[in-house]
């Protein structure tokens, strides 16, 4: 069993940045792809970035990239969102998931550990 916890979310304004973290208590950490997922009301989360494990390959939603960076320390078993110039549509829960293995995927199901979420609310 993978227990996940997120923090860093926030209140930002509108071209502001954040960062979350999301630290696992799995000790064979860098064995996970580990992806960020965001969800709004009334919505099916919706992938945003991952990182595959030992860090090898990063993918991005179009509507995310260039502005977020996913970034992973193993040692730490910490998994981080760098989010920057942020939107108003950002606005969401940003949820951390994990899965063990190498394969890098983009739907909620495929995942078999999440967090409790973090709340990230960007204003105009």
């Known amino acids: 069993q993978v227990h996940l916890v997120e923090s860093g979310g926030g209140l930002v304004q509108a071209g502001g940045s954040l960062r979350l973290s999301c630290a696992a208590s799995?000790?064979?950490?860098?064995?996970?792809?580990l992806v960020w997922f965001r969800q709004t009301p009334g919505k099916e989360r919706e992938f945003v970035t991952g990182?595959?494990?030992?860090?090898?390959?990063?993918d991005y939603a179009d509507s995310v990239k260039g502005r977020f960076t996913i970034s992973r320390d193993n040692a730490k078993k910490t998994v981080y969102l760098q989010m920057d110039s942020l939107r108003v549509e950002d606005t969401a829960v940003y949820y951390c998931?994990?899965?063990?293995?190498?394969?890098?995927?983009?739907?909620?199901?495929?995942?078999?550990?999440w967090g409790q979420g973090t709340q990230v609310t960007v204003s105009s």
């Open positions: 998931g994990a899965r063990p293995g190498y394969g890098l995927e983009y739907h909620e199901s495929d995942y078999d550990y």
């Open positions: 799995e000790r064979t950490f860098s064995d996970y792809t």
């Open positions: 990182i595959s494990w030992r860090g090898g390959r990063t």
